[in-house]
């Protein structure tokens, strides 16, 4: 039991990663503000290097004051709780691929779904492998915060 809960701890800290946004950014292929979606994605590949990196500040900014995330145990972690495990260095991640992002937009909130394989520990049990995410963000003062993960571990035949 003990195992489970450290693997879903450690899921979820990988899953609490990213986002700073600016609407000064230019795609430079079209030289056209970024869409919505794209902006989304590049918000999610940020907080997974943040978590990559430790880093609790960019987190605390990509999070609302209310998130939650719920791990693929069932479990609930308050953003609090998840910024003291970065804080206390319990997250080792060494590489991660985000793919297959999809996003839908309903005015002031997201919904985006992806995969992402993550190479690490948490607390130095190896935690590797891929999961599939839901994530739900909201737009406040022009910028999107997430408010709400989920992570389902996939199993490897």
Same mark, same amino acid.
């Given at each position: 039991?003990?195992?489970? $809960?450290?693997?879903?701890?450690?899921?979820?800290? =990988? /899953?609490? =990663?990213?986002?700073?946004?600016?609407?000064?950014?230019?795609?430079?292929?079209?030289?056209?503000?970024?869409?919505?979606? /794209?902006?989304?994605?590049?918000?999610?590949?940020?907080?997974?290097?943040?978590?990559?990196?430790?880093?609790?500040?960019?987190?605390?900014?990509?999070?609302?004051?209310?998130?939650?995330?719920?791990?693929? =145990? #069932?479990?609930?972690?308050?953003?609090?709780? #998840? $910024?003291? /495990?970065?804080?206390? #260095?319990?997250?080792?991640?060494?590489?991660?691929?985000?793919?297959?992002?999809?996003?839908?937009?309903?005015?002031?909130?997201?919904?985006?779904?992806?995969?992402?394989?993550?190479?690490?520990?948490?607390?130095?049990?190896?935690?590797?492998?891929?999961?599939?995410?839901?994530?739900?963000?909201?737009?406040?003062?022009?910028?999107?915060?997430?408010?709400?993960?989920?992570?389902?571990?996939?199993?490897?035949?």
């Amino acid at each position: 039991m003990k195992r489970i $809960l450290l693997v879903t701890a450690a899921i979820w800290l =990988a /899953s609490t =990663a990213s986002h700073a946004q600016t609407n000064t950014q230019i795609n430079i292929v079209s030289n056209q503000p970024p869409t919505a979606e /794209s902006a989304l994605i590049a918000r999610e590949q940020e907080w997974a290097d943040a978590v990559k990196r430790q880093d609790a500040a960019a987190i605390d900014r990509i999070q609302g004051e209310e998130f939650i995330f719920t791990d693929p =145990a #069932g479990q609930t972690w308050t953003k609090t709780r #998840g $910024l003291d /495990s970065i804080k206390a #260095g319990d997250l080792v991640i060494d590489a991660f691929e985000l793919t297959d992002a999809q996003v839908k937009i309903y005015t002031n909130t997201a919904v985006i779904t992806f995969a992402i394989t993550w190479h690490g520990t948490f607390r130095g049990m190896d935690i590797s492998g891929p999961q599939r995410m839901t994530d739900v963000f909201v737009k406040r003062d022009g910028h999107w915060q997430c408010v709400a993960s989920q992570a389902t571990r996939i199993r490897i035949p």
